[in-house]
Nanobody, 118 residues
Framework: QVELVESGGGLAQPGGSLRLSCVAS????????MGWFRQPPGKEREFVAL????????EYADSVKGRFTISRDHAKHTVYLQMNSLKPEDTAVYYCNAHHLVTRSDYWGQGTQVTVSS
């Protein structure tokens, strides 16, 4: 069982930055791929970014490439999403995800709201 707790959401102006954090419980953090997804108002949840178990593999949605950076800190059991050059269309609830490649287990955080508006 993995529990995920996100933080760092809030209100930002267009062009601004925010950093999301997701702390994972349990002793098997290093065995999970970690990702961020988001759900804009009235839309379905969508993939944002992924970081592999070692931290070297990363993938991004085209809409955030060059603006967002995902990273993980194994010592702190934390995954981060640095969001720069924010746009109004980045407004969404952001969810942290842990995915185990072998067991196919998926865990989700409760979500954190990000609003980009002037």
């Amino acid at each position: 069982q993995v529990e995920l707790v996100e933080s760092g959401g809030g209100l930002a102006q267009p062009g601004g930055s925010l950093r999301l954090s997701c702390v994972a419980s349990g002793r098997t953090f290093s065995t999970y791929h970690m990702g961020w997804f988001r759900q804009p108002p009235g839309k379905e949840r969508e993939f944002v970014a992924l970081v592999g178990t070692s931290g070297t593999l990363t993938e991004y949605a085209d809409s955030v490439k060059g603006r967002f950076t995902i990273s993980r800190d194994h010592a702190k059991h934390t995954v981060y999403l640095q969001m720069n050059s924010l746009k109004p269309e980045d407004t969404a609830v952001y969810y942290c995800n842990a995915h185990h490649l072998v067991t196919r287990s998926d865990y989700w955080g409760q979500g954190t709201q990000v609003t980009v508006s002037s």
